[in-house]
């Protein structure tokens, strides 16, 4: 059976991923639970479905890889580093390289971002889930998770939870 690439990540409103400097300290909830789902989206648990990751140099940059010890790591990169432990550095069409990942043997695919590797992905149509948390923040600017000239997609929402004023809404591409 092919592993799914899933796309797994938080959004402002108005559909930055990171501020202009690549910081994240503005997603957290509203703290209000009024109207938070009984089921809460278990991040832990969605990172015990994929065992093989996918981010872009500046997402690598900008934060710790340090809780995905375990998960394989691609980094899309346009400057070669040495890989290491399990960081592998990619240069080249990414996107083809983890469609031979699919033909391997193992857990999901985890497409952690940012903007501009998600991208590519999106422009091939190869994300079989997008898993976005929209924070109850507008950023005003920073980087975008949506670029221009995608193909029309049609997904169908699968579930969805709400924490805190954060909904995280599940989709699947349609037929």
């Known amino acids: ?3 799914k690439i899933i796309l797994n990540l938080a959004m402002s409103l108005d559909g930055y991923i990171a501020t202009d400097e690549g910081k994240y300290d503005w997603i957290e909830g509203d703290g209000d639970t009024t109207l938070n789902t009984e089921e809460e989206f278990d991040f832990k648990g969605f990172l015990e ?3 093989t990751m996918i981010m872009g140099r500046k997402s690598y940059d900008d934060c710790s890889i340090e809780p995905f010890k ?3 790591i691609f980094i899309a990169s346009s400057k070669m580093n040495k890989d ?5 550095f990619i240069k080249g069409d ?4 983890i469609q031979e990942e699919q033909k391997k043997d193992g857990k999901n695919i985890y497409l952690f ?6 991208d590519q992905f999106i422009k ?3 994300i079989d889930e997008y898993v976005v948390a929209i924070i109850p923040t507008i950023l005003g600017k920073g980087r975008k998770l949506f670029l ?3 193909p029309y997609i049609k997904l169908k929402l699968y579930h969805y939870n709400i924490g805190e004023g954060v909904v995280a809404l599940h989709y699947r591409k349609r037929c």
């Open 1 to 3: 059976m092919k592993r």
């Open 49 to 51: 479905t994929v065992d």
């Open 70 to 72: 375990d998960k394989l």
């Open 84 to 88: 290491f432990d399990n960081v592998r």
């Open 94 to 97: 990414i996107v083809k390289i």
């Open 113 to 118: 971002g940012g903007g501009e590797l998600i």
């Open 124 to 126: 091939e149509d190869i």
């Open 148 to 150: 221009e000239n995608n």
